[in-house]
């Protein structure tokens, strides 16, 4: 990891331990916007990650309903619209 | 860079404070007095929380969608019953995230609307850093903004309240009056911030938030947090102060509210609304004439009994099912291997 992407890291990890805490769980999505940081800077560096981060707070707004969305693998789609959640299986649930 | 980014929130910024500047004067307090500048910020509060009341509303009304994907919340947390391992977690929380965005409700506020806070935070800092005080003493780029011109961003620094200006800081301040003022300031900052957080975690979180690591360290940050602004506040703008203690009571307001009308299931804060709402029936019961007792005692035992019953059909369902999904679950399937 270069230089960058481990301050960038460094920066997040403070977030999580210090100012998170404290506002109580807020984020829609999973993992949550600052979860996906990390991850995505680890796999994409810090240039791409960042990217990744700031699309992915864009789209943790009031309007947007959440939901699993995970960071894109390498070489996967890495800027998309609908979440990246393949991983979930659809079960049908009682209320609809 | 950073003046360019920040230009347009200034403006915004400046503009907002010297409208309601106009309107408290309008009504006819002192344009020059500095409980007029005072009050601007807290107009200036007024507005941005005002503008986000929508976001607001929209979050409590998803919190109200949620009961009626309670049972299938209550599914999930069934199946995970028990399992505190990290990958059980995370297999709970994705299913629960899932599941609200397939009824397209969330009961989370997003992370959005509490990073746009903070430039508008910063824009002030700015406009109270430079162009008053900036303005003041002919330092460095510090032009009017918008409709705070040079004019009127003199008379705004020229403001005394209670012999300070607004952009004195603890620090950076000729008299004691200043330092007096800012030091009152900080108490209230540090306590609207403390009752806030406190409002929060022991009322409204349910028995099963307020243990383990994370709670401890919530509750260590809680008590650490007045420590850190008593650092940091002596060099905030008096300006800043206000603004930030104004937006604490703001929020403080905004909490309560959802805390007495929509709080977490589970929590200390629905035991007290499910009495009130009790208390209420029974009230209303002893209206029309019956006997209180017993609106009360048919009310509590129907919900305690319809939670038993449902707990009780589900438990031969759950361990199959719990079971059997593990297997089909690529998540689960790393936690029993581990």
């Given at each position: 990891?270069?230089?960058?992407?481990?301050?960038?890291?460094?920066?997040?990890?403070?977030?999580?331990?210090?100012?998170?805490?404290?506002?109580?769980?807020?984020?829609?999505?999973?993992?949550?916007?600052?979860?996906?940081?990390?991850?995505?800077?680890?796999?994409?560096?810090?240039?791409?990650?960042?990217?990744?981060?700031?699309?992915?707070?864009?789209?943790?707004?009031?309007?947007?309903?959440?939901g699993?969305?995970?960071?894109?693998a390498?070489?996967?789609?890495?800027?998309?619209?609908?979440?990246?959640?393949?991983?979930m299986?659809?079960?049908?649930?009682?209320?609809? | 860079?950073?003046?360019?980014?920040?230009y347009?929130?200034?403006?915004?910024?400046?503009?907002?404070?010297?409208?309601?500047?106009?309107?408290?004067?309008?009504?006819?307090?002192?344009?020059?007095?500095?409980?007029?500048?005072?009050?601007?910020?807290?107009?200036?509060?007024?507005?941005?929380?005002?503008?986000?009341?929508?976001?607001?509303?929209?979050?409590?009304?998803?919190?109200?969608?949620?009961?009626?994907?309670?049972?299938?919340?209550?599914?999930?947390?069934?199946?995970?019953?028990?399992?505190?391992?990290?990958?059980s977690?995370?297999?709970?929380?994705?299913?629960?995230?899932?599941?609200?965005?397939?009824?397209?409700?969330?009961?989370?506020?997003?992370?959005?609307?509490?990073?746009?806070?903070?430039?508008?935070?910063?824009?002030?800092?700015?406009?109270?850093n430079?162009?008053?005080?900036?303005?003041?003493?002919?330092?460095?780029?510090?032009?009017?903004i918008?409709?705070?011109?040079?004019?009127?961003?003199?008379?705004?620094?020229?403001?005394?309240?209670?012999?300070?200006?607004?952009?004195?800081?603890?620090?950076?301040?000729?008299?004691?009056?200043?330092?007096?003022?800012?030091?009152?300031?900080?108490?209230?900052?540090?306590?609207?911030?403390?009752?806030?957080?406190?409002?929060?975690?022991?009322?409204?979180?349910?028995?099963?938030?307020?243990?383990?690591?994370m709670?401890?360290?919530?509750?260590?940050?809680?008590?650490?947090?007045?420590?850190?602004?008593?650092?940091?506040?002596?060099?905030?703008?008096?300006?800043?102060?206000?603004?930030?203690?104004?937006?604490?009571?703001?929020?403080?307001?905004?909490?309560?509210?959802?805390?007495?009308?929509?709080?977490?299931?589970?929590?200390?804060?629905?035991?007290?609304?499910?009495?009130?709402?009790?208390?209420?029936?029974?009230?209303?019961?002893?209206?029309?004439?019956?006997?209180?007792?017993?609106?009360?005692?048919?009310?509590?035992?129907?919900?305690?009994?319809?939670?038993?019953?449902s707990?009780?059909?589900?438990?031969?369902?759950?361990?199959?099912?719990?079971?059997?999904?593990?297997?089909?679950?690529?998540?689960?399937?790393?936690?029993?291997?581990?």
């Open positions: 990891m270069s230089i960058a992407a481990r301050a960038l890291g460094g920066a997040i990890r403070g977030y999580q331990l210090t100012v998170s805490p404290l506002t109580g769980p807020r984020c829609k999505f999973h993992p949550s916007c600052s979860h996906f940081a990390l991850e995505a800077i680890q796999v994409h560096g810090a240039a791409v990650g960042s990217s990744l981060a700031a699309w992915r707070l864009l789209r943790c707004n009031p309007w947007s309903n959440g699993v969305d995970d960071v894109p390498k070489g996967e789609r890495l800027f998309r619209l609908t979440r990246n959640n393949a991983a299986l659809t079960e049908p649930t009682s209320a609809v | 860079m950073l003046d360019t980014i920040l347009p929130l200034e403006w915004v910024v400046a503009n907002v404070m010297v409208i309601w500047h106009w309107v408290w004067s309008a009504i006819g307090l002192d344009p020059a007095a500095g409980i007029t500048w005072a009050l601007s910020i807290v107009g200036l509060v007024i507005t941005i929380r005002a503008a986000l009341i929508p976001l607001f509303v929209k979050q409590i009304n998803a919190s109200r969608a949620m009961q009626v994907i309670a049972p299938d919340l209550k599914k999930i947390q069934d199946k995970y019953k028990g399992k505190k391992d990290q990958a977690r995370e297999a709970m929380s994705r299913e629960t995230m899932e599941l609200y965005s397939k009824h397209k409700t969330n009961p989370f506020a997003s992370c959005l609307p509490m990073l746009i806070q903070a430039p508008i935070f910063f824009a002030l800092f700015r406009v109270l430079y162009r008053l005080e900036g303005n003041a003493s002919g330092s460095g780029s510090t032009e009017g918008g409709m705070l011109t040079n004019e009127v961003a003199a008379q705004a620094q020229h403001a005394e309240l209670f012999g300070a200006s607004l952009s004195d800081s603890f620090f950076n301040s000729p008299g004691a009056a200043a330092k007096i003022l800012s030091v009152v300031l900080i108490v209230a900052m540090v306590a609207t911030t403390f009752l806030t957080q406190h409002q929060l975690t022991r009322k409204n979180l349910p028995a099963s938030a307020l243990e383990g690591p709670a401890q360290q919530q509750k260590i940050l809680m008590y650490a947090l007045p420590f850190i602004f008593v650092i940091s506040g002596p060099n905030f703008p008096i300006g800043v102060l206000i603004y930030w203690t104004t937006t604490n009571v703001w929020t403080f307001g905004q909490q309560w509210y959802v805390i007495r009308n929509n709080p977490t299931p589970g929590s200390e804060a629905d035991r007290l609304h499910k009495e009130r709402l009790a208390a209420k029936a029974a009230k209303r019961a002893a209206k029309r004439g019956e006997d209180p007792q017993a609106a009360v005692i048919e009310a509590a035992p129907e919900e305690e009994s319809a939670q038993k019953r707990g009780q059909r589900q438990q031969p369902k759950r361990k199959s099912r719990g079971g059997g999904k593990s297997q089909q679950l690529p998540v689960n399937d790393d936690k029993d291997l581990s």
